[in-house]
């Protein structure tokens, strides 16, 4: 029931000085006793704060302003939550926090949230169509859904009812979904959106290295840092930490050199040693390239990729010398005459494809010039430790997955993968513990049958044989009906119908269906929602999440409410758990024994008690007062080629590991290494699919290489919409103090920006401050232009997260841009291979108004 926070009491004077707010504190009437300093340590309870006499209470929960989950620090008096502040013991906010973090006080605040569960009385859905909202009581709200969905079961349709998710933040959450929709029937219960986020990197290390995941970085010992196309001080993961640990590597010792390669000039790039300006969609090409340079030149990490085997001469000095092997451009090899060691391919790969991809070819493909693409090679592979990060910026396009597949070998030419300072993924788990209650021993004749086997809606395994998630493509497959109609959709955490490409589709899609919308917020699902479910705000709730890998080691947080719901509003696991128990049959009862939510965390947390955090932490209580579990270190690292795993006697990694263990902890290919040649792509029933994709030779495909992009769209302009550091995603749109910084490369402010190239610029006869209309044949929208040398001149760039025409009444009354979201000027396209939407693959036309 404890938790860590400032000790021994806080004196009010110096609790106004640390927090900044004396005039609201003062008005608050606090009456904090005297004594103690700001940087020790003691105890208070870890419950929403009750209304007691000016007693601030500090509770422990963690952020949902990103994906990066931060631990946090709330700070509750009188029962209103007045500050928040990064968790000083917490390893991955280490008491600091993002400028976001800070203004989860008006999230929980919004005036325009919803107060309580409603339904739509207008039928006629649209833009300018009043829903005409009228409130219900939870239980009319939870057996209206319930009985629609007893009503598709009893018809054989169980598969028309979807539950589209967003950011899964609830590892209880995702597990009911699971959960859910093996009961009920449907395939379409829990449809991810990773195809609208980050899979082309995971596929591209999937297919390399055996793991669709997402990686660990050792950025504190990283001396050089290349980063293709990711917003590392803007969007990247964990955001936060990034910019703590930004500062560690630009002021210590060995500074770290940062290069970026982005299409403009982002936050991350300004802050870098060397910004390159290359053209969307060819990162791949330079990356071919620079492996091309690293081989001829020598300079791979021998230890870990392998070498040639050595040259016997002749015994007679009179008999000719044998020419030692070695990588020449233009030249094939005999795959024969180099052993391999935790790499598989490479002479193969050199042969079909990088003997050729000389920095000259690639100056062509991607207007980086020669010079600049072997200098930044060099660099990678001799100033050691080195890391090439990457995301969208290649990956989300036609060509994305070879393009990650391509940045990501060189980690392994020069040596990183696993290595300190390098990069790598999470191995071990979280040891959650589980009910004692089996889903499976829930399933009635009808969950059973075949006939439940229904392909799902987004055509994964189907049109997109090698993609985990298609959530862009939902809307058109209904519409089309194929493979079948929906019925009921239900939202969580994710809005298509303002992120995803040709998101305007989405306002067709769903005049059909009966649409349920649980964000507490009024965005564009809940112009469109015939039902409201409105969630807590992350304040509120009682939840717990994994984090992404961070620094390889295992971390569990948990989201205790500061405050008693402000609204009448029910945490998505309840309401999930809720249904369920309406479900006719052993469903309701396995529901009803499971209870709710609370019983599943405290079933969970009970599995500290064989494995406690290191901090301590051994059951729910704990779990609550310290608000984070987790297990350092990492378990296995690559030193100088070989593999060892941590030595708990020694506290070292001094284990040794054969190619067994490796091959089953770290490296899962085919072959137990990095494939150069990836044996997953060559898989019959994947090689043929990337042929008739692609058009390339089935004997080909599992080789990084280049591929052209394919650009969509009819204009003459790439269009790229990268996120900012105070948009995200766009869920902060109704926040005034962070639109009013938006995008701090053009000054923030109250406007957002077309960036655009003096060149270009000057041609279209176009300044800055002109209005203009940007068009593609998906949609346009008009906004004001900002000349700016920092965008390349075939390309015009606008924020992700503009264009919101729901969501508030600051998002709303935001002008400085025409209310159409960005999205719809981007054609519904995806990487055939990873699925990932291809955001950046757009070309538009620009006018001046």
């Known amino acids: 029931m404890d938790q860590s926070t400032l000790n021994p009491k806080i004196t009010r004077r110096r609790f106004l000085q640390a927090t900044g707010i004396a005039g609201a504190a003062g008005a608050a009437g606090l009456t904090l006793e005297q004594s103690g300093a700001l940087n020790t340590i003691s105890t208070v309870h870890a419950q929403p704060a009750a209304e007691k006499g000016g007693e601030t209470v500090i509770t422990k929960n963690f952020c949902h302003q990103c994906p990066a989950r931060c631990g946090i620090d709330v700070y509750t008096t009188n029962g209103r939550v007045h500050a928040i502040y990064g968790t000083l013991d917490n390893p991955l906010s280490n008491g600091k926090l993002c400028p976001k973090g800070h203004l989860g006080t008006y999230l929980l605040y919004d005036p325009d949230r919803f107060r309580g569960p409603m339904k739509r009385t207008n039928p006629k859905k649209g833009r300018n169509e009043d829903p005409k909202f009228v409130p219900i009581s939870w239980d009319e709200a939870l057996q209206t859904v319930a009985d629609r969905l007893n009503a598709l079961r009893d018809k054989g349709e169980s598969h028309r009812f979807a539950l589209l998710f967003g950011r899964g933040w609830g590892a209880v959450d995702a597990g009911l979904f699971g959960s859910f929709g093996k009961l009920y029937g449907s395939p379409n219960i829990g449809l991810g959106h990773s195809s609208t986020c980050a899979d082309g990197s995971k596929k591209a290390k999937l297919y390399t290295e055996g793991t669709y995941d997402y990686s660990a970085y050792d950025y504190a010992n990283c001396n050089n840092l290349l980063i293709f196309g990711a917003g590392f001080l803007e969007a990247y993961r964990p955001y936060n930490y990034n910019m703590q640990v930004w500062g560690h590597m630009r002021t210590k010792a060995a500074k770290t050199k940062v290069t970026v390669v982005d299409v403009h000039m982002s936050t991350t790039g300004a802050a870098a040693d060397r910004l390159i300006m ?120 036609t060509n994305g997955v070879y393009n990650g597949m391509a940045i990501h070998s060189l980690n392994a030419l020069v040596g990183s993968l696993w290595a300190e300072g390098g990069i790598f993924h999470q191995t071990a788990k979280t040891p959650w513990g589980k009910l004692d209650i089996k889903s499976d021993d829930f399933m009635d004749d009808y969950a059973k049958s075949d006939d439940r086997k229904k392909p799902k809606i987004d055509g994964v395994g189907k049109t997109y044989k090698m993609a985990s998630a298609q959530i862009q493509r939902i809307g058109e497959y209904h519409m089309k009906g194929d493979p079948y109609k929906l019925d009921t959709i239900m939202f969580y955490l994710t809005a298509p119908i303002f992120s995803s490409p040709e998101c305007n589709k989405w306002e067709q899609a769903l005049q059909d269906l009966y649409v349920i919308e649980t964000s507490p917020y009024p965005g564009e699902n809940a112009m469109f929602a015939d039902l409201i479910l409105p969630d807590h705000t992350y304040l509120e709730r009682l939840q717990v999440a994994d984090t992404y890998s961070f620094q390889g080691w295992p971390m569990s947080m948990i989201r205790t409410p500061a405050v008693k719901p402000v609204y009448d509003t029910k945490v998505i696991g309840d309401v999930v758990i809720e249904i369920g128990k309406r479900i006719k049959g052993p469903m309701g009862d396995y529901y009803k024994q499971v209870g709710n939510t609370e019983n599943i965390i405290r079933a969970m947390a009970a599995g500290f008690a064989e494995k406690p955090g290191d901090n301590g ?146 041609k279209l006869g176009i300044k800055s401050g002109d209005k203009v209309r940007v068009k593609s044949k998906t949609g346009s929208v008009i906004v004001p232009a900002r000349v700016f040398a920092g965008v390349r001149p075939d390309t015009v760039f606008l924020p992700f997260y503009a264009g919101h025409w729901a969501q508030g009444r600051w998002a709303k009354a935001d002008e400085r841009i025409q209310r159409n979201s960005v999205n719809e000027l981007i054609e519904n396209v995806s990487d055939p291979i990873s699925g990932l939407a291809c955001y950046y693959s757009g070309k538009v036309s620009v006018e001046k108004l």
């Open 278 to 397: 290359i053209k969307p969609g060819t990162d791949g090409a330079m990356a071919l390239a620079m492996a091309h340079v690293i081989l001829t030149e020598g300079l791979w990490d021998r230890k870990f990729v392998g070498d040639f085997k050595p040259v016997v001469q002749p015994k007679d000095p009179d008999a000719p010398r044998i020419p030692l092997h070695r990588f020449e451009a233009g030249k094939e090899l005999d795959p024969a005459v180099f052993e391999a060691k935790w790499t598989h391919g490479l002479i193969e790969w050199w042969n079909a494809e990088l003997k050729d991809r000389t920095p000259e070819w690639a100056e062509k493909i991607t207007t980086v010039s020669a010079k600049e693409i072997a200098a930044v090679a060099r660099e990678l592979a001799t100033v050691k430790p080195s890391i090439a990060l990457f995301e969208r910026g290649p990956t989300a396009h």
């Open 617 to 762: 932490v051994n059951d729910f209580e704990s779990f609550k007062a310290k608000g984070v579990w987790y297990k350092k270190p990492v378990a296995y690292r690559q030193v100088r080629g070989e593999f060892l795993e941590w030595d708990k006697e020694t506290k070292s990694h001094s284990l040794p590991m054969d190619a067994a263990k490796v091959k089953e902890k770290i490296l899962k290919t085919p072959t137990g290494k990095f494939e150069f040649k990836s044996g997953y792509m060559e898989q019959e029933k994947y090689a043929h699919y990337i042929h008739e994709k692609h058009g390339i030779a089935e004997d080909r495909v599992g080789f990084p290489q280049w591929i052209e992009p394919k650009y969509s769209g009819s204009g003459d302009l790439h269009f790229i919409t990268a996120k900012l550091p105070m948009a995200a995603e766009g869920r902060s749109s109704n926040l005034a103090h962070a639109i009013a910084t938006a995008q701090p490369t053009q000054g923030g402010k109250r406007d957002v920006f077309m960036e655009i190239n003096p060149e270009t610029a000057a």
